[in-house]
Structure formats: C-alpha cells, structure tokens
C-alpha cells in the first residue's frame, strides 16, 4: 500500500547546528503537505505546511522543501535549540476524503 | 479558548469491555478526526467526520465506532475492547475538510489488559 515514511528513526545534533529531516512520499496525487512536532506526553503540534504547487516554504527557524520529481519532502530547522527535541512527523494529504496520513516519525535530539 | 479537549487521560479496561472516549473543540471546525499511536506506527487514522452527521472510516476503523451528532463532539466508542486496542488516541480537528492542518487534542493513553 501506499504510505508515507521517514528515512531515518532518530536524529542527534549539536545545539547550534541546522538539523534537516526528511521525508518520502508514495502518493503522487497527494497535495498538502505538513509537519508536526511532538513532545512527549503531548499531541502533535503544527510546524509548517507546504502546498503541491510550492517548492519551498520558509517560517520562523524552518523551512519546508518539496521535491515532487522523487516524492521527497525535508524540514530544515535553522540553529538547533534544545527545546527543539522532539518527535518529528510529517503528514500528507490524500485528496480523496480529506485523509491526513502520517509517517512513522523522527525522533531529533539536540546536545547541549 | 480550550481548543481540543481529550477525556479521560488514561483508561485501563479489561477485554470485553466496552467505553467511549470524549473529544470536544470549541473552534467550530467542521472536519474532526481519531487517530491512534503506537510505537513505531506514527498515528493512524480511525475514522473522521467532516461535518455534523457525517461520519467515514479512515485506516484502521475496525473495533470502534463514531458519530457526529453535534460540531463540537465526536466521541469514539470501543465496543468490546481488546489488547491490541491498547495505544495512545489523539482526537484532531481543523477548519477546512482539505489542505487545512489538524489541531490536536493531548491524547487518551487507553490499556486494555
């Protein structure tokens, strides 16, 4: 079946340093794109979105990129902080229905 | 303003029993989902509704059941739970049915032993 994934389960950056997490997609019909933020003992948190017609998207300290040729979403997060540790989700949105499907998640640390 | 309201925190049920999970918005959002997490899983959808009356299955509907009777609830009923019922629920909302992100609730962790 179709699904959305992450390449990589976990990430561990140093404080400062950009952090850059990726995400592929299966759904070539799919036409929102979206990144959560999950703390522990939370519900995920809204990061930034980005529209199929869109390449790129820039918000306070992230920028989403999209790639539609390879299916390939990332979340660029500039200067890594600690409270910035967390899950990472990111989500698609299947146009039949208005189903929003995650993938598995990035788990980021950041050292201090 | 509440946002997404999630009770209980936490359940522990024994298989067969039955329970409903409440969720509520106060923003007067039309689309309202249920999701479940489970490690290494990410959420998957259970069912959705994208209006009052309005109800479908998502990902993995089997074993619960939904209704919409009002825009603010949309309570997820287990009918005879089971163990491997036992994960984290997260009800979401948002105020367009496409390309509008879901604001979500901070979860019911339910156990069925």
């Known amino acids: 079946g179709e699904s959305v994934g992450l390449h990589l389960p976990t990430l561990s950056v140093q404080e400062g340093d950009n952090s850059i997490i990726n995400c592929a997609y299966s759904n070539s019909a799919s036409d929102y794109f979206i990144w959560y933020k999950q703390e522990s003992g939370k519900g995920p948190q809204f990061i930034i979105d980005?529209?199929?017609?869109?390449d790129k998207r820039q918000g306070q300290r992230v920028t989403v990129l999209l790639n539609k040729t390879v299916k390939h979403l990332s979340l660029q997060i500039a200067a890594t902080q600690p409270g910035d540790s967390a899950v990472y989700f990111c989500a698609e949105n299947r146009p039949q229905g208005g189903k929003l499907i995650f993938g598995q998640g990035t788990e980021l640390s950041v050292k201090p | 303003n509440a946002g997404v309201t999630q009770t209980p925190k936490f359940q522990v049920l024994k298989t067969g029993q039955s329970m409903t999970l409440q969720c509520a918005q106060d923003?007067?959002?039309?689309?309202m989902s249920w999701y479940r997490q489970d490690p290494g899983m990410g959420l998957r959808l259970i069912h959705y509704?994208?209006?009052?009356?309005?109800?479908d299955q998502g990902e993995v509907p089997n074993g619960y059941n939904v209704s919409r009777s009002t825009t603010e609830d949309f309570p997820l009923r287990l009918l005879s739970a089971a163990p491997s019922q036992t994960s984290v629920y997260f009800c979401?909302?948002?105020?367009?049915?496409?390309?509008?992100?879901?604001?979500f609730g901070n979860g019911t962790r339910l156990t069925v032993t």
């Open positions: 509704s994208v209006g009052a009356g309005i109800t």
């Open positions: 979401a909302s948002s105020g367009q049915v496409y390309n509008s992100p879901l604001h």
């Open positions: 980005i529209r199929s017609n869109m």
């Open positions: 923003m007067n959002h039309e689309y």
